[in-house]
């Protein structure tokens, strides 16, 4: 993963693998757009990433879908996290 100018460059495999866990398209594109709009810094991102990985946890789920990655970025606005 590259930060530069704004531009996060992601991996164009079909998905982001982050252990077991994966990160659909849909989140894929939001992880993106907030980074462009949030300005976020590489240890930011791989912050959200991290938190996005234990919510599906705590949901029994398997992959990290929007909502996940979604309710990282809240609790980052917010000030808990990055």
Known sequence: MMVS???????????????????DE????LLQAATQRLNLSAR?????LK???????????RDI????LAEALQYRSRGFVG
Do not use: M
Not at 51 to 61: C, N, Y
């Open 44 to 48: 930011a991102f791989h912050r959200i």
């Open 51 to 61: 938190v996005s990985r234990t919510i599906p946890d705590l949901d029994a789920a």
């Open 5 to 23: 100018s704004g531009q996060v460059d992601l991996p164009d495999e079909n998905a982001i693998y982050l252990g077991e866990l994966s990160l």
């Open 26 to 29: 849909s989140a894929k594109a």
């Open 65 to 68: 879908g929007v909502s996940h």
